[in-house]
């Protein structure tokens, strides 16, 4: 909860010193663009007016993102983030289509500009200013892995590249007559739309419910597997709350003589181990393996042998003979482009069937939710 608290605070600061850094630089350009007669540089301060509202957007997001759970919601309130950072998204786009639409009223009706040496240089100082800003914001993002930092750190890098062809259309203006503001805001309003599309996917992405990252869930694997008790982990499942902060489900296989003294005692190192190491509070469910039953270890390797022959089956796992009813049970897991699993299942039991006509098989599908 401490760590959670310090990771807002610091968001928090870095959004203030966006505010600070946009604020300073929208009195600048507004004060350029007025003395210039440019529209490009008018809106380029109204850009950085909205880039202040996106960090107080962001301020806003992570204070209530970093609220504790409650009744109404035990999982916390992390995936407000995720909201601030489509709220930024909206912001990117709604500026990329205000440039497109006063670049094509600039490159239908130019007008000639008025700039000065001192315009330039204040026009350089604000590309420079949103380049370190943007970096900032990007490095900050990462390190505090918050959504609404990086795509304010993309928004600040892309503000620069219309300051560069604000400055570009500047000095053509004051050195050949040329009047390139138009043209050049156009190709620029293009890169901030596909920016904001980006942005707004991901962080619905997000929202909607995406596949854990795969590295990440095979070092979960891998660390459950270091207890010698455990022969395998399965069905991993992760559910994302916000930044950081997952809760998931896993299927163990061990051996089907421990007690429940003892595996109460396995699940109690393994919970508090794997939320050390990735912050994620797992639950854990069995899968037993026959350890005295001879003809289980033969059903076993038929099963494995049949399974091999279908390249739509990705896994095979919670195998166990149940010799007193005769039963055997496994779960495989299919692609996500298999639609129709029935017919797998039918062939793989009818050919099991006939090599064991005193078992019946039961046969479970599974879903590739993690690597």
């Known amino acids: 909860m401490q760590q959670e608290a310090s990771r807002t605070e610091e968001i928090v600061r870095v959004s203030y010193r966006g505010i600070g850094v946009n604020l300073m630089l929208v009195i600048a350009k507004a004060a350029v663009g007025l003395h210039a007669h440019s529209i490009a540089v008018i809106l380029d301060a109204v850009n950085n007016l909205s880039d202040a509202l996106s960090s107080l957007i962001t301020i806003i997001g992570a204070k209530l993102a970093g609220k504790a759970a409650d009744r109404k919601h035990p999982y916390g309130h992390g995936r407000i983030e995720y909201i601030s950072a489509s709220l930024i998204a909206v912001l990117v786009l709604v500026a990329g289509l205000t440039s ?5 009223v600039k490159l239908i009706h130019p007008v000639q500009s008025d700039y000065s040496v001192i315009s330039l240089v204040i026009l350089s100082a604000g590309i420079a200013a949103k380049l370190l800003l943007g970096r900032y914001y990007k490095k900050k993002g990462s390190d505090l892995n918050s959504g609404s930092l990086t795509a304010s750190g993309t928004d600040a890098m892309f503000d620069a590249v219309i300051g560069l062809a604000t400055l570009i259309g500047a000095a053509a203006s004051m050195s050949l007559g040329w009047n390139l503001e138009g043209i050049l805001g156009i190709a620029i309003s293009g890169f901030i739309l ?68 003892e595996i109460d005692a396995l699940s109690r190192q393994i919970v508090p181990q794997i939320y050390q190491d990735f912050g994620v509070l797992l639950t854990i ?29 990705l896994q095979m796992h919670g195998f166990y003979t149940e010799e007193a009813v005769r039963a055997v049970s496994f779960d495989i897991m299919l692609d996500y482009e298999t639609e129709q699993a029935e017919p797998i299942t039918d062939a793989i039991r009818q050919q099991l069937t006939e090599r064991f006509p005193d078992y019946q098989f039961f046969i479970n599908i599974d879903r590739d939710f993690s690597e």
């Open 100 to 104: 497109l639409k006063e670049s094509v």
């Open 194 to 261: 596909k920016a904001g599309i980006e942005i707004i996917t991901e962080t619905l992405n997000h929202i909607i419910g995406i596949r854990a990252d795969d590295e990440m869930t095979a070092q979960i694997r891998s660390r459950i597997c270091e207890y010698p008790e455990v022969h395998g982990a399965y069905d991993l499942i992760l559910h994302n709350y916000g930044p950081d902060k997952y809760f998931g489900s896993v299927h163990i296989e061990i051996d089907d003589h421990l007690t429940a003294r």
């Open 285 to 313: 469910g069995i899968y037993a393996t026959n350890t005295h039953s001879e003809t289980a270890q033969q059903i076993r390797e038929a099963v494995r042998h049949i399974v091999s022959q279908y390249p739509e089956i």
